[in-house]
Nanobody, 129 residues
Framework: QVQLVESGGGLVQAGGSLRLSCVAS????????MGWFRQAPGKERDLVAA????????YYVDYVKGRFTISRDNAKNTVYLQMNSLKPEDTAVYYC??????????????????????WGQGTQVTVSS
């Protein structure tokens, strides 16, 4: 059974930092694009960042550029999201996701939510002002 398990969420003051981790089990995702999404109450689940299987290419939504960094350790089947300079509007449940499609291109990633087939249960991030 494939599982993605997020950790690292919590309550932090504005300007603070958190590092989210997502550990995959049940299969390896070393040749798969992975991403972090977030969903605030009453809003859609949106992509925040994505990373190609090799890590050579990354994507960030505009409002987190320069503040968030996505990375991965394929040996540990783990993807990370380092979040700095957090703002109250970053408050949301953060989800890790993986695209089941294997890619031969080291730079491939997808920004389409429907391309992600595996999802974690989410971790709450709350930023107080």
């Amino acid at each position: 059974q494939v599982q993605l398990v997020e950790s690292g969420g919590g309550l932090v003051q504005a300007g603070g930092s958190l590092r989210l981790s997502c550990v995959a089990s049940g299969r390896t995702f070393s040749r798969n694009c992975m991403g972090w999404f977030r969903q605030a109450p009453g809003k859609e689940r949106d992509l925040v960042a994505a990373i190609s299987w090799s890590g050579v290419r990354t994507y960030y939504v505009d409002y987190v550029k320069g503040r968030f960094t996505i990375s991965r350790d394929n040996a540990k089947n783990t993807v990370y999201l380092q979040m700095n300079s957090l703002k109250p509007e970053d408050t949301a449940v953060y989800y890790c996701a993986a695209d089941s499609a294997l890619s031969s291109s080291s730079g491939y990633y997808t920004t389409a939510r429907d391309d992600y087939d595996y999802w974690g249960q989410g971790t709450q991030v709350t930023v107080s002002s």
